[in-house]
């Protein structure tokens, strides 16, 4: 377990040192003069919990993991319904585990941070089904944690955008499975997709225990463009009382964006792009009615100006899911784990 002074001086540490950028990877190191603007623009007497570093402070102890079904297997690993502890709720997850022997190290882990789905909707073992076994044939431990209030979760459903619920629970994903006896506590790669990837993102600026990360059609932008450039059709996305719950209440509060750029730094991973040490994948798909292209190209442009080593994929007339796409997608995805997490 690492505890949020840890991880938040551990971050800070981070800054000094980036890697190098190209669409050939390479992990060499420069010195970083690059810091986080949120970082010394808000006074920690008034940071909101979604605050960056707030979330630096807090611990995320999460559990023992628990299994509570065993599913049908898949093709070379087992599959389960597994449980942990998160801010004290009960947060269920579906979990793979390769067959074979574990090796000397325990096997590498992609913690699974799925998109928005409706959560009296969603089920632990729909939806994601190609993604996951994907992952699992290719020798990873897998886990896909529901968030809390999605399926038998306990606690209610919010927004990820003005909570920092759901990253609670994926940082705790990460603890319990650092402390799975399968899995070596040193590989844990993160996948996100649309709201997933922001919570990757946010996962990635917050904690550095996270190696790998490979994000698509993430809504990894900016509060000023999340607020006005984002208009996802009905039903992709969270519900309109959900997302003006917070959204009226924070500008009533702290003013736009434009007014008052020291607040939404601070609760934004855009502005802390600098502190991000683990290599990233980006891919979007060019027919995307959901997430616009452009938020996963100012994501990959700001990485590269700090340094950062970054692969950036679009596929032509692809959707939201890269259906279109799909198998070139997942051979990069897995190729990228491949090379920075099992290598």
Known sequence: MISGRLACALAALAALAVAGCSTAPSLQTVPSTQPSRA?????????????????RQRDYPGSDLMIEQTLAAGAGYQRFIASYRSDGLK???????????????????????????????????????????????????????????????EGQPTSAYGSPAYAIDVLNAVTTLQRYPAADPNRIGMWGHSM???????????DPRIKVAVIWAGVTATYQDILENWHPPPGSGPPPSAQGNWRQAWLSQYGTPEKNPAFWDSISPMAYLGDVMAPVQIDHGTADVEVPLAFSQKLADQ??????????????????????????????????????LKG
């Open 196 to 206: 997933g990837g922001n919570l990757t993102l946010r996962a990635l600026v917050v």
């Open 91 to 153: 947060i269920f997850g579906l979990l793979t585990v390769p067959n074979g022997a574990r090796p000397a190290r325990g096997w590498p882990v992609i913690i699974f941070n799925h998109g928005y789905i409706p959560p009296q909707q969603y089920r632990t073992t729909e939806r994601y089904v190609a993604y996951v076994d994907a992952f699992a044939r290719a020798g990873y431990i897998v886990f896909k944690s529901d968030y809390r209030g999605h399926g038998s979760s």
């Open 303 to 340: 990485l590269r100006s700090k340094g950062k080593m970054v692969e950036f994929y679009t596929y032509p007339g692809s959707d939201h899911n890269i259906a279109q796409g799909f198998s070139l997608a997942m051979a990069r995805s897995v190729a990228f784990f491949n090379h920075y």
């Open 39 to 55: 970082a010394v623009a808000v006074p920690q007497a008034i940071l909101n919990p979604l605050a960056i570093d707030a979330m």
